[in-house]
T-cell receptor
Framework: AQKVTQAQTEISVVEKEDVTLDCVYETRDTTYYLFWYKQPPSGELVFLIRRNSFDEQNEISGRYSWNFQKSTSSFNFTITASQVVDSAVYFCALSENNAGNMLTFGGGTRLMVKP | DTAVSQTPKYLVTQMGNDKSIKCEQNLGHDTMYWYKQDSKKFLKIMFSYNNKELIINETVPNRFSPKSPDKAHLNLHINSLELGDSAVYFC??????????????FGPGTRLTVL
């Protein structure tokens, strides 16, 4: 069974601080995919990144960066110099190769960035 | 130019009624999904259709019946609504290529409130 854990339910930071959102996953598959989605207060789910299990390179996109470590089954997300607009619920998700592309989501981390 | 659209955005109804939520995607994807987000923000897959064929059916009461008239549409019909059905329902779509873990793109969600 696949499982995704986001241990931080809520994080509060002040604008311009860096913040890391943790994601730990469990799977027995050797081929799997990891995702992050953002859910702003308006409610939609916005795709941020997709990573496959064979690609452990870290990725940077502007102020966002992701650290994938298979050894610790983690796929952490860092926002550098946070802004108020980053305030949202962030979801980590996993899909296994033979599970019909079904996404299993973590419980989400609510990030509040205060001015 | 909306990619994945859902109607209605809000649905308020009485217990025992039957209601439908419509979903359409114009991304040319062959697979569509329904997810349920409960009051604690937890997201869980309900159904998945590939080329109008059901491929994922998680443990969902048979009061919920998805219908896919074509690849671009996946509607959700709910019979005999119960209080516990109150949630936000998200439609999503993706390609489904074996071994690719294709990214799912989500609609804006439908907030269902059962009174």
């Amino acid at each position: 069974a696949q499982k995704v854990t986001q241990a931080q339910t809520e994080i509060s930071v002040v604008e311009k601080e860096d913040v890391t959102l943790d994601c730990v996953y469990e799977t027995r598959d050797t081929t799997y995919y990891l995702f992050w989605y953002k859910q702003p207060p308006s409610g939609e789910l916005v795709f941020l990144i997709r990573r496959n299990s064979f690609d452990e390179q870290n990725e940077i996109s502007g102020r966002y960066s992701w650290n994938f470590q298979k050894s610790t089954s983690s796929f952490n997300f860092t926002i550098t110099a946070s802004q108020v607009v980053d305030s949202a619920v962030y979801f980590c998700a996993l899909s296994e190769n033979n599970a019909g592309n079904m996404l299993t989501f973590g419980g989400g981390t609510r990030l509040m960035v205060k001015p | 130019d909306t990619a994945v659209s859902q109607t209605p955005k809000y649905l308020v109804t009485q217990m025992g009624n039957d209601k439908s939520i419509k979903c359409e995607q114009n991304l040319g994807h062959d697979t569509m999904y329904w997810y349920k987000q409960d009051s604690k923000k937890f997201l869980k897959i309900m159904f998945s259709y590939n080329n109008k064929e059901l491929i994922i059916n998680e443990t969902v009461p048979n009061r919920f019946s998805p219908k896919s008239p074509d690849k671009a549409h996946l509607n959700l019909h709910i019979n005999s609504l119960e209080l516990g059905d109150s949630a936000v329902y998200f439609c999503a779509s993706s390609h489904l290529r074996q071994g690719e873990g294709d990214t799912q793109y989500f609609g804006p969600g439908t907030r269902l409130t059962v009174l």
